[in-house]
């Protein structure tokens, strides 16, 4: 590539080593394993005192220790103001609404939305309004989509999880100026399964994206309606996508991160789900199925449902981000880190009627661990330095929910018996073809001269680092070191599998499911897989494509501070 020193690539992204970063971020980032904690301005005091009391603890938001637990909750569901609102559900029209898009063009409009910053993308078709439309379409479908940009700002959509020729990829080297449109136009390849579209531009995605311009893909296929069919599953009734959405309610719709949150990402002070705060759902005592994204920017997620006596209530795992498992998946919890998705079905049989389930993200450990000194022993590949620079001054002065901290994100009402519905089928989708192991190609996560990197470099929109040949299959390595944070590693444009985790850290430990280090979520087709500190993941990419001519892609963190400060580098597939 003709380059020198790969540390010193230049750049758009937003550079943490400049000398406001170093004065500005605090010590208390140098202390591996410690949840940064936030500071609390007086005016946002009732208002945290607020949610701490509906939190239930006082490790909710300040001061985590790593490793504690929190006990049993008193039933918190009875708390005044929580869960007062009904979960939006989406339906045929409105926000979310399931909008039908192959088979006719679909324009979506990205504008502000309402008056207090927040923006959406909007369509109309057959008369009808949507805000961030579901688009539903067929697999193997074609698809037409019109992107008029009506923000002050370029922006341009990406579809994420869809195999995609880069031209319409909207990986953010095109964009689409104000006033301008760009046309779409592709078939969908994908089986079925949830996918997601957001905005792109280089620098500007955590901004559009926590604003609220993003929208659901479900794409479906034979394996989908079957097991509907056999489980009775209505979308809208008893199949509900959960969207989790970090938002600051005071000021709404502002993002203007610290350097603190472009470091370690951007935390709300509350979680939305559908858009809603701290909802309930009136449900009967029957099987649910959840498709949930986390659409926050940096948060990730230990899911669980208990019911308001503490106790744990199991489900199943039927899909991950690329559509449903060869087997559902007994579970308890799940991770599920940013642009991740998981399918899973809840059965509310077994609930006395006039009960409740909470949807939960349990209290862990989010290993925030940046480096303080030279990383110890094993705490770098061999043979490889670290950079230990660490910029050092306050922390930032933003209320918000750390990472890792306990949040109640949904109630569940059982309101009514139902007849009983049968499991589900024991296969859901015929078992993918194993591939072939080869050379591995190793993708080193970590922290240099203030920015977070892949192999010690940073997205260059000139440069090539990664050069796949046409038809390869590829094992890819990625490492991420011991003094770092979890990085959710997004690849555009192809599913993966997970060949194997090692050396995975204690919040993994209880989940893994077999003698290759995986967990349940590890079992299914992939787009996006967390690397957590000190862990190695192996990944398995069949790069075969039908598109003509050479492809670039692009492979990035979705913790998107990471993304947006340049944690990104591209791939070109012959
Ligand atoms: Cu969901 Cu490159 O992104
Ligand atoms: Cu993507
Ligand atoms: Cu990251």
């Known amino acids: ?236 009734e008893t ?36 858009f809603t705060p701290r909802p309930y759902l009136e449900v009967t005592g029957r099987p649910y199925r959840f498709r949930v994204l986390n659409a926050g920017n940096a948060r990730n997620f230990r899911l669980a449902f208990r019911r308001d006596d503490g106790a744990p209530v199991p489900f199943l795992l039927l899909g991950t981000d690329g559509g449903l498992l060869e087997r559902a998946q007994p579970c308890t919890e799940v991770f599920l880190s940013p642009a991740e998705r998981i399918d899973v079905l809840v059965d509310f049989a077994g609930i006395a009627v006039g009960g409740y389930v909470l949807l939960e993200s349990r209290a862990f450990d989010p290993m925030h661990a940046l480096p303080a000194r030279p990383a110890e022993p094993g705490g770098a590949p061999a043979g490889e330095t670290h950079d230990m620079r660490i910029p050092a001054g306050p922390v930032g002065a933003s209320p918000h929910v750390a990472d890792g901290a306990p949040l109640q994100l949904l109630q569940f009402r059982i309101r009514a018996r139902a007849t009983a519905v049968p499991p589900p089928p024991a296969r859901l989708s015929a078992a993918a073809a194993p591939l072939p192991a080869t050379d591995e190609r190793p993708l080193r996560l970590g922290f240099a001269k203030g920015r977070w990197r892949i192999n010690d470099r940073v997205y260059d929109m000139t440069a090539v680092p990664i050069v796949v040949a046409r038809n390869a299959i590829e094992t890819w390595l990625i490492r991420n070191y011991h003094t770092s944070m979890p990085h959710a590693m997004h690849l555009h444009g192809f599913q993966f599998r997970v060949l194997e985790r090692e050396t995975s850290p204690d919040p993994l430990a209880s989940l893994v499911v077999d003698n290759r280090g995986r967990i349940a979520t590890d079992l299914g087709w992939k787009d996006t897989v967390l690397v957590w500190p000190g862990e190695s993941v192996k990944i398995a990419i069949d790069f075969r494509h039908p598109f003509a001519g050479e492809q670039t892609y692009l492979f990035h963190c979705h913790n998107l501070e990471h993304e947006d400060g340049g944690m990104m580098l591209r791939v070109k597939v012959g």
């Open 239 to 274: 199949e509900i996508p959960l969207v989790l959405h970090d938002r600051r309610a005071n000021p709404p719709h502002r993002y203007s991160p610290s350097a603190e949150e472009l470091l370690l990402g951007w935390y709300g002070d509350e979680v939305l789900v559908n």
């Open 1 to 236: 590539m003709g380059r020198g020193d790969p540390l010193n690539t230049p750049d758009q992204g937003i550079d943490l080593s400049s000398t406001t970063v170093s004065e500005t971020l605090g010590s208390r980032l140098s202390i591996p394993g410690i949840t940064v904690v936030m500071s609390i301005a007086s005016t946002g005091r009732r208002r945290l005192l607020r949610a701490l009391a509906v939190l239930g603890a006082g490790t909710a938001v300040t001061g985590f220790t790593p490793g504690a637990r929190k006990p049993a909750a008193p039933d918190l569901c009875a708390t005044p103001g929580a869960f007062d609102t009904p979960l939006h559900v989406p339906g045929g029209d409105g926000r979310m609404g399931r909008l039908a898009a192959d088979g006719r063009p679909v324009v979506l409009r990205a504008a502000p939305y309402g008056r207090d910053g927040a923006l959406a993308f909007a369509a109309r078709a057959d008369g009808r309004d949507y805000v961030d439309p579901t688009l539903v379409v067929g697999a193997g479908k074609r698809v037409e989509i019109r992107l008029e940009n009506r923000l002050g700002e370029p922006t341009v959509a990406h579809w994420h999880g869809l195999t995609m020729d880069t031209a319409n990829d909207g990986n953010g080297e095109a964009l689409v100026e104000p006033g301008n449109s760009f046309d779409y136009a592709f078939a969908v390849r994908n089986r079925a399964g949830l996918y997601w579209y957001h905005p792109h531009p280089h620098g500007a995605t955590a901004a559009q994206t926590c604003r609220g311009l993003f929208g659901l893909i479900a794409v479906e296929d034979d394996d989908e309606l079957t097991l509907r069919a056999a489980l009775s599953l209505v979308p809208g």
